[in-house]
């Protein structure tokens, strides 16, 4: 990729989602970074090789990154990012599409604070984009063609599977892949608690719990993988496995994990009425 990409904040999303599109071959030289604080500009420099500016040192550093840029990806807090928006609208080139990274805010939210027919793209991206594993779903703003959105997709292709949905489905997405993994951090965590409980150490009930869940993950990211036939294949007919499934069938455990996904789903809805109403 030639064009000239702006990050505007690289927290932890942002710069994992930076370190993969550097690896995919784009040249750092075509990429720029504001943040706030000197320190992390520079910290961001050193590492990545690209042009990184504070604004606690310039001001005007949002509207001089954006200006010629062809993608900029938005990656301040939801509550920050309307504003962040109309401070770089008018500098913005009319053809530059505009990536928010923000959870729960909305398409409507992002296009009101611009300027009318400005390309945006809302994404849902998740904290595996760190190693590479991610998962990001996208949706495209009234203004964006199909050159629009293949510029998006570029920026996501080198951190994980980059999905196209319709924006209604954003916080079902948000609910699964979006809090998801710290799902599977608590089954880990929940995991370890029972080892100890079996009067395991609390170190090995740690590496036996964490091991597993990871390589449970790397047999899921198979191709053609399939969870259900997984886990048939490790719960052997009148054994010792069968018998849990059964015990976590029986306490409710899938609607468990579907009610918390309704609940995340229902807070995401509510952050975007609350940050409409700001």
């Not at 930076?18 to 030289?29: C, E, I, K, S, W």
């Not at 091991?211 to 399939?226: I, Q, R």
């Not at 069938?249 to 994990?257: M, N, R, S």
Request: with cysteine.
């Amino acid at each position: 990729m030639s064009k000239k990409i702006v990050f505007l904040g690289c927290g932890s999303m942002g710069e994992a989602i930076l370190t993969g599109l550097l690896a995919a071959g784009t040249a750092p030289a075509s990429v720029t970074v504001t943040v706030r604080r000197p320190e992390r500009a520079e910290e961001l420099a050193q590492l990545h090789g690209v042009t990184a500016m504070a604004s606690n040192e310039e001001p005007d550093a949002n509207a001089q990154a954006v200006a010629g840029a062809s993608v900029v990806i938005l990656g301040v807090k939801p509550v920050g990012t309307a504003a962040l928006c109309r401070e770089i609208a008018p500098h913005l080139d009319a053809q530059a599409v505009v990536i928010s990274v923000a959870a729960a805010v909305s398409l409507g939210q992002l296009e009101g604070a611009l300027h009318p027919g400005q390309p945006v793209v809302r994404s849902m991206p998740n904290t595996p984009l760190k190693v590479g594993r991610g998962v990001v779903a996208l949706s495209a703003g009234t203004s964006v063609d199909e050159f629009h959105l293949a510029a998006a997709h570029e920026i996501f292709d080198g951190s994980g599977v980059v999905l196209d949905i319709p924006e209604s489905q954003q916080d079902a997405v948000s609910a699964i892949s979006g809090s998801g993994p710290a799902y599977a951090f608590y089954l880990a965590e929940a995991m370890a608690a029972a080892a100890e409980d079996f009067g395991l150490s609390a170190d090995i009930a740690r590496v036996l719990a964490r091991e597993t869940v990871a390589g449970a993950g790397l047999m899921l990211a198979e191709p053609g993988a399939d969870p259900a036939t997984l886990r048939r294949g490790v719960t052997s007919p009148n054994g010792t496995t069968e018998q849990a499934i059964a015990t976590f069938d029986a306490q409710g455990l899938p609607g468990i994990v579907l009610a918390g996904a309704k609940a995340a789903a229902a807070r995401a809805a509510q952050i975007t009425q609350e940050l409409s109403a700001q």
